[in-house]
Protein backbone atom coordinates (compact mmCIF):
# COMPACT_ATOMS: atom_id res chain seq x y z
CA UNK A 1 0.00 0.00 0.00
CA UNK A 2 1.20 3.34 -0.97
CA UNK A 3 1.07 5.06 2.43
CA UNK A 4 1.89 8.73 0.41
CA UNK A 5 -1.54 8.16 -1.76
CA UNK A 6 -3.65 7.08 1.09
CA UNK A 7 -2.29 10.01 2.91
CA UNK A 8 -3.61 12.31 -0.09
CA UNK A 9 -6.57 10.74 -0.23
CA UNK A 10 -7.61 11.51 3.35
CA UNK A 11 -6.61 14.81 3.36
CA UNK A 12 -8.76 15.33 0.05
CA UNK A 13 -11.98 13.94 1.57
CA UNK A 14 -11.20 15.61 4.75
CA UNK A 15 -10.78 18.92 3.29
CA UNK A 16 -13.76 19.04 0.64
CA UNK A 17 -15.85 17.31 3.46
CA UNK A 18 -15.30 19.22 5.86
CA UNK A 19 -13.75 22.93 4.26
CA UNK A 20 -16.07 22.27 0.98
CA UNK A 21 -12.57 22.82 -1.00
CA UNK A 22 -14.21 20.54 -3.84
CA UNK A 23 -11.37 19.91 -6.30
CA UNK A 24 -11.45 17.40 -9.29
CA UNK A 25 -9.24 14.35 -8.40
CA UNK A 26 -9.95 12.51 -11.92
CA UNK A 27 -8.94 14.33 -14.95
CA UNK A 28 -9.38 13.16 -18.57
CA UNK A 29 -7.70 14.79 -21.38
CA UNK A 30 -9.33 14.77 -25.37
CA UNK A 31 -5.63 15.44 -26.78
CA UNK A 32 -6.88 15.31 -30.32
CA UNK A 33 -10.12 14.41 -32.74
CA UNK A 34 -7.96 13.00 -34.89
CA UNK A 35 -9.17 9.45 -35.45
CA UNK A 36 -7.66 6.59 -37.93
CA UNK A 37 -11.43 5.39 -37.60
CA UNK A 38 -14.98 6.85 -38.55
CA UNK A 39 -16.99 4.23 -35.62
CA UNK A 40 -20.90 5.00 -35.62
CA UNK A 41 -20.80 5.34 -32.48
CA UNK A 42 -18.75 7.99 -32.01
CA UNK A 43 -19.18 11.62 -32.34
CA UNK A 44 -15.08 13.17 -31.98
CA UNK A 45 -13.99 12.35 -35.29
CA UNK A 46 -16.79 14.30 -36.84
CA UNK A 47 -14.97 17.38 -35.24
CA UNK A 48 -13.12 20.09 -36.30
CA UNK A 49 -9.69 18.98 -34.24
CA UNK A 50 -7.38 21.92 -33.29
CA UNK A 51 -3.93 20.47 -32.81
CA UNK A 52 -2.01 21.23 -29.61
CA UNK A 53 1.43 22.20 -29.24
CA UNK A 54 3.43 20.20 -26.98
CA UNK A 55 4.40 23.01 -24.31
CA UNK A 56 0.45 23.84 -24.78
CA UNK A 57 -0.28 20.28 -23.87
CA UNK A 58 1.98 20.42 -21.38
CA UNK A 59 -0.03 23.18 -19.96
CA UNK A 60 -3.29 22.10 -19.94
CA UNK A 61 -2.00 19.23 -18.06
CA UNK A 62 -0.75 21.34 -15.51
CA UNK A 63 -3.65 23.69 -15.07
CA UNK A 64 -5.63 20.05 -14.56
CA UNK A 65 -3.02 19.09 -11.79
CA UNK A 66 -2.58 22.71 -9.83
CA UNK A 67 -6.49 22.60 -9.92
CA UNK A 68 -6.26 19.52 -7.37
CA UNK A 69 -6.76 16.45 -10.05
CA UNK A 70 -4.05 13.52 -9.56
CA UNK A 71 -5.37 10.72 -12.05
CA UNK A 72 -5.06 11.52 -15.70
CA UNK A 73 -6.92 9.46 -18.60
CA UNK A 74 -5.21 10.80 -22.39
CA UNK A 75 -8.19 10.35 -24.76
CA UNK A 76 -9.16 10.60 -28.12
CA UNK A 77 -10.07 11.20 -30.99
CA UNK A 78 -6.98 8.57 -31.06
CA UNK A 79 -4.08 10.08 -28.73
CA UNK A 80 -1.61 7.98 -29.82
CA UNK A 81 -1.70 9.88 -33.08
CA UNK A 82 -0.85 13.06 -31.49
CA UNK A 83 2.17 15.06 -32.47
CA UNK A 84 4.03 18.04 -32.70
CA UNK A 85 6.92 17.76 -34.53
CA UNK A 86 9.06 14.72 -32.70
CA UNK A 87 7.24 15.05 -29.59
CA UNK A 88 4.95 12.19 -29.75
CA UNK A 89 1.94 10.88 -27.09
CA UNK A 90 4.80 9.29 -25.25
CA UNK A 91 6.59 12.74 -24.08
CA UNK A 92 2.76 14.04 -22.82
CA UNK A 93 2.91 11.01 -20.81
CA UNK A 94 6.08 11.16 -19.36
CA UNK A 95 5.50 14.86 -18.19
CA UNK A 96 2.63 13.70 -16.40
CA UNK A 97 4.10 10.88 -14.73
CA UNK A 98 5.79 13.39 -12.74
CA UNK A 99 3.17 14.77 -10.98
CA UNK A 100 0.23 12.26 -11.37
CA UNK A 101 -0.24 9.00 -9.16
CA UNK A 102 -1.39 7.73 -12.14
CA UNK A 103 -1.63 8.26 -16.29
CA UNK A 104 -3.69 5.96 -18.30
CA UNK A 105 -4.35 5.81 -21.94
CA UNK A 106 -7.49 4.74 -24.14
CA UNK A 107 -6.93 3.51 -27.92
CA UNK A 108 -8.53 1.59 -30.50
CA UNK A 109 -5.82 -0.57 -30.55
CA UNK A 110 -5.43 -0.41 -34.43
CA UNK A 111 -1.60 1.10 -33.49
CA UNK A 112 0.88 -1.11 -31.51
CA UNK A 113 0.27 -0.80 -27.62
CA UNK A 114 4.20 0.24 -26.41
CA UNK A 115 3.35 3.55 -24.12
CA UNK A 116 5.01 4.08 -20.64
CA UNK A 117 1.22 4.48 -19.53
CA UNK A 118 0.57 2.88 -15.97
CA UNK A 119 -2.98 1.49 -17.51
CA UNK A 120 -4.06 0.91 -21.35
CA UNK A 121 -7.70 0.41 -22.26
CA UNK A 122 -8.10 -0.79 -25.59
CA UNK A 123 -11.85 -0.28 -27.01
CA UNK A 124 -13.70 -3.18 -28.21
CA UNK A 125 -17.06 -3.41 -28.99
CA UNK A 126 -18.27 -6.87 -29.81
CA UNK A 127 -17.19 -9.65 -31.28
CA UNK A 128 -15.47 -9.86 -34.46
CA UNK A 129 -18.75 -9.28 -36.65
CA UNK A 130 -20.24 -6.63 -34.40
CA UNK A 131 -17.20 -4.93 -33.76
CA UNK A 132 -16.21 -4.61 -37.53
CA UNK A 133 -19.74 -2.94 -38.59
CA UNK A 134 -19.21 -0.79 -35.39
CA UNK A 135 -15.29 -0.14 -35.86
CA UNK A 136 -14.40 -0.30 -39.52
CA UNK A 137 -12.74 -3.74 -39.58
CA UNK A 138 -10.42 -3.51 -37.03
CA UNK A 139 -11.05 -6.82 -34.74
CA UNK A 140 -8.26 -8.65 -36.38
CA UNK A 141 -5.75 -5.37 -35.94
CA UNK A 142 -6.50 -5.24 -32.45
CA UNK A 143 -6.26 -8.80 -31.79
CA UNK A 144 -2.89 -8.94 -33.32
CA UNK A 145 -1.91 -5.71 -31.23
CA UNK A 146 -3.24 -7.26 -27.97
CA UNK A 147 -1.42 -10.64 -28.27
CA UNK A 148 1.33 -8.79 -29.45
CA UNK A 149 1.78 -6.06 -26.38
CA UNK A 150 4.52 -6.63 -23.78
CA UNK A 151 1.69 -4.39 -21.39
CA UNK A 152 1.12 -5.35 -18.25
CA UNK A 153 -1.93 -3.76 -17.72
CA UNK A 154 -4.49 -3.65 -20.31
CA UNK A 155 -7.92 -3.09 -20.02
CA UNK A 156 -10.18 -3.90 -22.86
CA UNK A 157 -13.29 -1.26 -22.48
CA UNK A 158 -17.07 -1.73 -24.25
CA UNK A 159 -19.56 0.50 -25.04
CA UNK A 160 -22.40 -1.40 -24.69
CA UNK A 161 -25.43 -0.14 -27.19
CA UNK A 162 -28.18 -1.41 -29.64
CA UNK A 163 -25.64 -3.14 -32.00
CA UNK A 164 -23.55 -5.32 -29.60
CA UNK A 165 -25.92 -5.23 -26.40
CA UNK A 166 -27.13 -9.30 -27.39
CA UNK A 167 -23.61 -10.74 -27.24
CA UNK A 168 -22.26 -8.61 -24.09
CA UNK A 169 -21.95 -12.31 -22.07
CA UNK A 170 -20.30 -13.73 -24.96
CA UNK A 171 -17.92 -11.06 -25.50
CA UNK A 172 -16.73 -10.87 -21.90
CA UNK A 173 -16.13 -14.56 -22.19
CA UNK A 174 -14.23 -14.27 -25.53
CA UNK A 175 -11.88 -11.02 -24.06
CA UNK A 176 -11.55 -12.65 -20.26
CA UNK A 177 -8.45 -14.68 -21.07
CA UNK A 178 -6.89 -12.11 -23.27
CA UNK A 179 -6.89 -8.76 -21.12
CA UNK A 180 -5.84 -7.89 -17.62
CA UNK A 181 -9.38 -6.73 -16.80
CA UNK A 182 -12.79 -5.36 -18.67
CA UNK A 183 -14.80 -2.12 -18.04
CA UNK A 184 -18.01 -0.85 -19.36
CA UNK A 185 -20.28 1.96 -20.23
CA UNK A 186 -23.22 2.60 -22.23
CA UNK A 187 -23.67 4.81 -25.38
CA UNK A 188 -24.60 7.89 -24.65
CA UNK A 189 -26.59 9.41 -27.78
CA UNK A 190 -23.94 12.66 -28.82
CA UNK A 191 -25.78 14.98 -31.29
CA UNK A 192 -23.66 13.90 -34.53
CA UNK A 193 -23.38 10.20 -34.09
CA UNK A 194 -26.10 7.60 -34.65
CA UNK A 195 -28.51 6.88 -31.57
CA UNK A 196 -27.57 3.60 -30.52
CA UNK A 197 -29.22 3.96 -27.29
CA UNK A 198 -30.36 0.90 -25.13
CA UNK A 199 -34.19 1.40 -23.55
CA UNK A 200 -34.15 1.20 -20.02
CA UNK A 201 -35.42 -2.68 -20.09
CA UNK A 202 -32.24 -3.41 -22.60
CA UNK A 203 -30.14 -1.55 -20.04
CA UNK A 204 -31.98 -3.34 -17.15
CA UNK A 205 -31.13 -6.42 -18.62
CA UNK A 206 -27.59 -6.32 -19.92
CA UNK A 207 -26.61 -4.99 -16.22
CA UNK A 208 -28.43 -7.88 -14.55
CA UNK A 209 -26.02 -10.18 -17.07
CA UNK A 210 -22.66 -8.36 -16.18
CA UNK A 211 -23.36 -8.78 -12.59
CA UNK A 212 -24.24 -12.51 -13.07
CA UNK A 213 -20.50 -12.70 -14.89
CA UNK A 214 -18.87 -10.58 -12.39
CA UNK A 215 -20.27 -13.05 -9.44
CA UNK A 216 -19.33 -15.21 -11.66
CA UNK A 217 -15.80 -14.75 -11.69
CA UNK A 218 -14.99 -13.25 -14.90
CA UNK A 219 -12.37 -9.99 -15.16
CA UNK A 220 -14.98 -7.26 -15.08
CA UNK A 221 -13.53 -4.62 -13.05
CA UNK A 222 -16.92 -2.30 -12.16
CA UNK A 223 -17.84 -2.98 -8.98
CA UNK A 224 -21.50 -4.94 -8.83
CA UNK A 225 -22.86 -2.04 -6.63
CA UNK A 226 -22.12 0.75 -9.29
CA UNK A 227 -23.60 -1.91 -12.15
CA UNK A 228 -26.75 -2.30 -9.40
CA UNK A 229 -27.03 1.75 -9.73
CA UNK A 230 -26.78 1.82 -13.43
CA UNK A 231 -29.88 0.13 -13.78
CA UNK A 232 -31.93 3.59 -13.07
CA UNK A 233 -29.16 5.93 -12.37
CA UNK A 234 -30.04 6.01 -9.23
CA UNK A 235 -27.47 7.21 -7.90
CA UNK A 236 -25.22 10.77 -6.90
CA UNK A 237 -23.41 12.60 -8.98
CA UNK A 238 -19.97 14.06 -7.50
CA UNK A 239 -19.05 16.18 -10.83
CA UNK A 240 -16.99 18.26 -9.15
CA UNK A 241 -14.20 15.54 -8.86
CA UNK A 242 -13.92 15.57 -12.50
CA UNK A 243 -11.98 17.49 -15.45
CA UNK A 244 -11.61 17.57 -19.03
CA UNK A 245 -9.10 19.05 -21.03
CA UNK A 246 -10.07 19.28 -25.16
CA UNK A 247 -8.26 19.79 -27.94
CA UNK A 248 -8.31 23.66 -28.18
CA UNK A 249 -6.91 23.84 -24.47
CA UNK A 250 -10.14 24.58 -23.03
CA UNK A 251 -10.36 22.77 -19.56
CA UNK A 252 -14.03 21.98 -18.46
CA UNK A 253 -14.80 21.48 -14.76
CA UNK A 254 -17.13 18.94 -13.82
CA UNK A 255 -19.52 16.73 -16.27
CA UNK A 256 -18.35 17.66 -19.68
CA UNK A 257 -21.77 16.79 -20.28
CA UNK A 258 -23.49 18.81 -17.66
CA UNK A 259 -25.10 22.27 -18.51
CA UNK A 260 -24.70 21.53 -22.49
CA UNK A 261 -28.38 20.36 -23.60
CA UNK A 262 -29.99 22.41 -26.47
CA UNK A 263 -34.01 22.60 -26.18
CA UNK A 264 -35.72 19.98 -26.04
CA UNK A 265 -32.97 17.54 -25.49
CA UNK A 266 -33.47 14.78 -22.79
CA UNK A 267 -31.67 15.36 -19.34
CA UNK A 268 -27.94 14.06 -19.77
CA UNK A 269 -27.72 12.71 -16.18
CA UNK A 270 -31.26 10.70 -17.43
CA UNK A 271 -28.86 9.12 -20.01
CA UNK A 272 -25.42 8.87 -18.20
CA UNK A 273 -23.67 5.20 -18.42
CA UNK A 274 -20.30 6.75 -17.29
CA UNK A 275 -19.58 3.70 -15.02
CA UNK A 276 -16.42 5.74 -14.02
CA UNK A 277 -17.98 8.33 -12.79
CA UNK A 278 -20.58 6.41 -10.87
CA UNK A 279 -17.93 4.75 -9.92
CA UNK A 280 -15.77 7.50 -8.41
CA UNK A 281 -18.73 9.50 -6.96
CA UNK A 282 -19.65 6.59 -5.02
CA UNK A 283 -16.21 5.89 -3.45
CA UNK A 284 -16.37 9.53 -2.63
CA UNK A 285 -19.48 8.63 -1.00
CA UNK A 286 -17.74 5.70 1.37
CA UNK A 287 -18.49 2.65 -0.64
CA UNK A 288 -16.14 -0.07 -0.20
CA UNK A 289 -17.03 -2.02 -2.88
CA UNK A 290 -16.39 1.35 -4.94
CA UNK A 291 -12.94 2.35 -2.99
CA UNK A 292 -11.74 -1.26 -3.67
CA UNK A 293 -12.40 -0.96 -7.74
CA UNK A 294 -10.96 2.04 -7.36
CA UNK A 295 -8.09 0.95 -6.30
CA UNK A 296 -7.95 -2.48 -8.28
CA UNK A 297 -8.21 -0.29 -11.81
CA UNK A 298 -6.19 3.17 -11.28
CA UNK A 299 -4.15 1.69 -8.24
CA UNK A 300 -5.23 4.69 -6.59
CA UNK A 301 -3.50 3.26 -3.22
Known amino acids: MDFKKVGHLAKYYLEAEILGHKK ?65 IEDLITKARESFFTVGITTNGTLPIDTEADIVWVSVDGLKETHNQLRNNSFDKIMTNLKESKHPKIFANITIN ?25 FYPYEESENLALTKAERVE ?17 SVVALEVLKYNHWRCEPWMLCN ?25 KLCGFAAHTEISLAYQGNLEAIWAGRKILDIF
Request: hydrophobic content about 35%; glycine content about 10%; aromatic content about 10%.
Open 24 to 88: PILAGFKVTYKCNLACRQCPYWRREYPELSFNDAVKVIDQMHEAGAKLLILEGGEPLLWKDGSYT
Open 162 to 186: KVNVREIEALIKFLSPIVKGITIQF
Open 206 to 222: ALDKLIGLKRAGYPLND
Open 245 to 269: GEPDGKINYGCYLKNRITEGQEDPC
